[in-house]
């Protein structure tokens, strides 16, 4: 109940200590961080918020303490790591693809429309008319 009560507030806070369960310690609640920024920002914003939601739910008044645990930090670098590489081996896959898909496109010669007029290169697709470069430019003078 506590997380739900801070997921509103910091979802940092709450994805800290979502997969704890806190240790009892001479009138203290004990919580493990990974390291000393994430100790001293939870220290400095979320302590008396924790400590009060605790109250709110019938716990008498207590301390929370924030230990620092090496092991946690570890353990989030080597998730980090490993989703670091998932997200680059993606991103590797989706560009031989699109390389591919260029080569493939690059290939094909393009398509010429002999009705009108004759098109060197991609077919425009557009349901506009074709204008002349003066007629446009006469158009801009006339806004100016």
Known sequence: MVLFQLQQESPLVVQLLSGQIPTWNQKKIQFHCPNEITKSHVNENYIKKIQQYFENFGFPKMGVDIIVND?????????????????????????????ENQEATASKPAVVNTDSSILY???????????????????????I
Do not use: M, N, P, W
């Open 71 to 99: 092991e946690l930090g570890s353990q989030l670098e080597e998730e980090l790591r490993i989703k670091h590489e998932t997200i680059e081996q993606e991103y590797q896959e989706k560009a031989v693809q699109q390389k």
């Open 121 to 143: 290169g991609k077919a425009i697709r557009s349901h506009l008319e074709t204008k002349e470069i003066a007629d446009i430019y006469e158009e801009e003078q006339k806004c």
